[in-house]
């Protein structure tokens, strides 16, 4: 019983070795683009919850590109004087916000 016992607790150390992939990404990144006619003043992100977790307060103009790196979850984004948008980030996946001449965010995942 003992042998079989030790057999046993062998395996599952070697199944739990296995199992982890140091090299598994463990963030995603948000991704946002700003249109023609646009530029933003501040951006913000927040947790489900409510919490503030990203700010940044320099400007955005027309053209650019702001690339955030986050842990999965779901957030919302609220850009000065545009429309407030929620997004999913998943580990390894990029999340992308392009934001139209109408300050309107639209999501998409690859």
Request: charged share 20%; proline share 3%; net charge negative.
């Amino acid at each position: 019983m003992k042998t079989l016992a030790k057999f046993l607790f062998s395996l599952s150390l070697l199944a739990g070795l296995t199992a982890c992939d140091d090299d598994a990404p463990t963030t995603g990144e948000i991704v946002l683009d700003i249109e023609k006619y646009m530029y933003v003043q501040s951006i913000s992100i927040y947790t489900e919850l409510g919490n503030k977790i990203y700010e940044n307060r320099e400007y955005l103009y027309e053209g650019g590109r702001l690339s955030i790196p986050l842990n999965p979850g779901n957030y919302r984004i609220s850009t000065y004087g545009y429309s407030d948008c929620t997004f999913q980030i998943q580990a390894g996946h990029t999340t992308r916000i392009d934001y139209d001449q109408h300050g309107n965010g639209v999501v998409t995942y690859d």
